[in-house]
Every structure is written in C-alpha cells, then in structure tokens.
C-alpha cells in the first residue's frame, strides 16, 4: 500500500490491512503525530499566558471603524487617533478665540477666561440657558436674575485694563467680592458660570464699566451647557415659571425657529416704585387695557412693533411675526447649535444684526402667546440705564448696519443657490425681505442671476 513506502518516518509497524479503522489507529502512534502534538501543546502553552495578560491589563483597545453604506458620508480617513492627539486638541486657546472673534484685538482674545467661576449644577442638555451681561456695580441684579430663574445662567464678565497701578487692586477687589458672592449665595453658586474677558474694551471708552457687546453675548452663548439659549436685555425680568414654559416649545426651537417673548414696561417706570409684577396674561391685559402697562418694542412707540400687541392680546396659540422689519431687537430663545447664525461681532450691541441673520437663514419667528417679560430699572444710576450713544456713534452704527443688511442679504441669497436651496422654503425670508433693499441697486431676483 502507499503507506507502506512511507512507514519509515513513523517508526511504528504499518497496518496488514488497509481500513480506515486500521490506518487511523497507526497514523496515531506514528512519532511524526505525536511530534506535531507536542510541539502544538508547547507553543499553546506560552501564546496562551502572553494573550490573557495583553486582555487583562490593556490600557486602551481602539476599536476599527465600522463600515460604511455610503463611502460619501464618512470622514476622511485619518493617521491618528482623534480621541487621544489631535492638532485641535494641542491648539492654545488664545488662537482659537482669534479664529472666532475676528473683531477682536489679541490684546482680549488672549485673555478670555472661560467658567473662571463655575456653577455647582450640572444643567440637561435640552435645559435653557440665560445668556448675560453683568458688570461689577449691577451684581444685585445677577443675584435678583439667579433667584428669578433657577437655571442656568452663562454670563461674561468683561474687566478691561488700563496702564495704571491701581487697577490690578481695583481687578482684585472685584474678584474677591463675586468670589465671596458664590460663598454666600445658594443660587449663585448653583446656576451662574461666568466668563471673564480682561483688557481694554475700546480705544474710545477707557472706563472700567464697558457696556454690553455682540461679543459678550456670543461668548456666553459659545459657553452655555445647555442646548437653548436664552438672549435677554439687561433690566430684563422673566416672570416665575418661566422657564418650565419655554421648554415646552422645544420642538420648535429643535426646527432652529426663534420664540419671541413680549416684553411690557410699566407706563411710569420709575426704580423708586416697588412695583409688584403681574405673574399671568390675565393681569398683563388688565393693566393694558388700564393704561398702566405697555409693550415694549425698542425703536418704536410703546404697544407697537413686529410683535403685534393686539394679536398677543386675542391669542391662546403661538403666532409669526408677519411685519418683520430688520431692526427689530425682542427678547427670544434660539437652539445654540443648527443653523442657527452667530451675531456679527462688527457691532457693538446690536441685537437686531443678530435676528436679521437669524431670520434670513430661514428661521421662523413665533410669538409665545402667554409668557412675557418685564422691564424695571433697579438700578437707574447704573451707567448701563444711562447709556446713551454719542451722535457721531449713532451715525456711524445706522451706516455700517445698513451696509451690513445688504451684504447679509448677497450672502444668503448666493448660499441658497449655490446649495441648490433657492426655491425651496428656506429661501423665503431671503425673497421677501432682500428684494425691496436691492431694489435700490436697481437689481431684482428676477433678473436671473440667482
């Protein structure tokens, strides 16, 4: 048999006969099997001890990327692990914050300190955040705005400096007294994070009380650990409750829409006056209706504006703002993250360059037909209250915002195109708000350049 010319490897008698029965039983106690055996039992041993210890002690496992359907939706491949290094990761803060605030000197983007005091309270992802303003002589107000709210609150803190030597101690003092306020005060402690800005806040104004930016607001929202962001004026009161109610227009706000909050002022606002808020709609319309109380709509006479004093009196469901006007500057929540534009920094504060984009972009605006605000002046010698513009400000701010309408409007108008959004509804706001401001080119979207 064919066996039998090779039985001399073995060493182990062949088989007399040829079955399958008598061929194993030779094939297992031939030396070459029984060489191969041990050399396996060998080799099992030491692999063995090296892969358990290797699984037992690993100190990170970097799984392999799951297979896509559509090559097209995945991201680039890359030669690293993005969890561990990354040249993002490595990035100093100082040029990542050059890179987001254009407007900005370096002499500030180098020195923003984000949670430089830190709330306890670790909010939901799908919470609302107020984004403030605060200076050092209106901490009351963040105290009076934190007892209010009982949520979080992301506030910038802006401390400019100036080459004199008592400023460092004046910084200081400042510092130990909210430091001191976080120790004292539960609210505070619980729901505030602020965000401190130091260095000189204009080469015009040198005092140490800046006044409220498009910057400051853009830092606070970029900070807020929540999902909705909640933009509201300075001498601004939300009622109690408020925010339990905002949340339930959460599905609008995920469809990157904007909610309007009415805003109404006491006809005699006097900070002397201890006035006592109305808390539901029922007492807002009694006190409309008794002349004691208005809406308030900036750059506009008290209970006119986009917002529609009259539809929100008659209203039990939210409404849009139909007669949008590009300085309208309400109150209103919007989603941090979407589609949903950053304010243009060019300004000082200009809440409304903030909406334009916003509603350019497609969002709509819907009025909250049962919550509102209040504005009060607690503290009316606040140089905030008295702010005012100069005349060469108010010239150069009304130029430069009307320069920037038209450009926002080329700029949405050519992003829609080139996505291929056009003539889908996104576009909308684009058609109807643009086309009267280019008219003045003596240009139509209908010239067929778009």
């Not at 358990?52 to 990170?60: D, G, H, K, N, P």
């Amino acid at each position: 048999m064919w066996f039998n010319k090779y039985s001399y490897l073995s060493g182990a008698s062949s088989p007399s006969r040829c079955t399958p029965k008598a061929y194993v039983t030779w094939l297992l106690k031939s030396k070459l099997v029984k060489t191969v055996m041990i050399l396996y039992i060998i080799f099992s041993m030491f692999f063995t001890p090296i892969r358990l210890v290797a699984y037992l002690f690993a100190t990170e496992v970097l799984e392999p990327p799951e297979p896509s359907v559509n090559f097209m939706l995945n991201a680039i491949p890359r030669t690293y692990e993005t969890n561990s290094i990354s040249p993002l990761s490595e990035m100093k803060p100082s040029i990542r914050f050059s890179k987001m605030h254009t407007y900005l000197p370096h002499s500030l983007t180098d020195n923003i300190y984000p949670y430089y005091f830190r709330a306890d309270f670790e909010p939901d992802n799908n919470d609302v955040t107020v984004a403030a303003y605060i200076t050092p002589n209106r901490l009351d107000d963040l105290v009076r705005l934190a007892d209010i709210w009982q949520g979080p609150i992301s506030a910038t803190l802006h401390l400019p400096l100036r080459p004199k030597k008592h400023d460092d101690e004046y910084i200081k003092d400042i510092l130990d007294t909210i430091k001191h306020l976080y120790e004292k005060n539960q609210n505070i402690s619980m729901y505030v994070d602020i965000h401190l800005i130091m260095g000189p806040y204009s080469t015009t104004n040198t005092t140490l009380q800046p006044v409220q930016t498009n910057i400051h607001m853009n830092t606070a929202r970029f900070f807020a650990r929540t999902e909705f962001i909640f933009f509201l004026d300075s001498d601004t009161w939300p009622i109690p409750g408020l925010r339990s109610r905002i949340l339930k227009h959460n599905d609008l706000l995920l469809n990157n829409d904007a909610l309007i909050l009415p805003t109404f002022i006491f006809a005699n606002n006097d900070a002397k006056n201890n006035y006592e808020f109305p808390k539901k709609k029922l007492h807002v319309k009694k006190l409309v209706q008794s002349r004691l109380l208005g809406l308030k709509n900036k750059g506009w006479e008290l209970n006119n504006g986009p917002t529609c004093l009259k539809k929100w009196m008659k209203s039990n469901e939210l409404y849009k703002v139909e007669n949008y006007e590009s300085h309208y500057t309400p109150n209103f929540v919007i989603r941090k993250t979407g589609r949903i534009p950053w304010c243009s920094e060019r300004f000082e504060n200009n809440k409304a360059a903030c909406l334009f984009q916003i509603y350019l972009s497609g969002s709509e605006l819907w009025v909250a037909p049962k919550e509102f605000l209040m504005i009060h002046q607690y503290n009316s010698d606040s140089h905030l209250s008295r702010y005012e513009e100069s005349k060469w400000q108010r010239a150069f701010n009304s130029r430069m915002y009307s320069t920037f309408v038209r450009e926002t409007c080329l700029q949405y108008a050519r992003r829609f195109s080139a996505i291929g959004k056009w003539k889908s509804p996104i576009a909308d706001h684009v058609k109807q708000e643009c086309e009267r401001i280019l008219g003045g080119w003596g240009v139509s979207f209908n010239d067929g350049y778009i």
